[in-house]
């Protein structure tokens, strides 16, 4: 009797390399000085899939009578969001890259267009964001992202195109 093997359909992820996570982080979470407004942290990074949490704080309430966070604050972190998980996808295209001469690539980065659905109020005292790169192309990507709140109640989506070249 022959045993059969299974079927890979599509290969594993390749496992980044800690400079590389370093320096996206850096970039991420310390040089953008916008990120560090909202409190973005990210909480995982992989090619296919980001991850990043947020703090509630008083300087995000867009509704202060039902401590609602700001819908210009989801907007900001899924389009923020978007931007990283293009990051994962293309630092893992280009392995063969030593890990600087792949963060160089980001600063040609930009959005072409954003759409977010915003589906509950934003009520909570920590938020989870979450991206994926659904095509990452040689000039656009395009991207998935979520808005949760701690509960794990998805709050709002969005859409995004990015211009990569």
Known sequence: MMTKTPLTLVSPAPEFEAEFVAGVTEIFE????????????????????????????????GNYAHNRIHGGVISAGLDTMAGLAIMAAIGARHMDEAPQQRLQRFF??????????????????????????????????????????????????????????
Not at 31 to 45: H, V
Not at 110 to 120: E, F, H, M
């Open 30 to 61: 310390e040089q953008i000085a916008f990120n560090q407004l909202l409190g973005l942290k990210i909480t995982s990074f992989r090619p296919e899939r980001v991850t990043a949490r947020i703090e509630m704080r008083h300087e995000l309430l």
């Open 108 to 165: 040609k980065l930009g959005t072409i267009d954003l759409r977010v659905d915003y589906l509950r109020p934003g009520i909570g005292k920590s938020f989870e964001l979450r991206a994926e790169v659904l095509r990452l192309g040689s000039r656009v990507a395009s991207t998935r992202m979520e808005f949760l709140g701690a509960d794990g109640k998805l709050l709002a989506v969005g859409s995004a195109a990015y211009i990569v070249s």
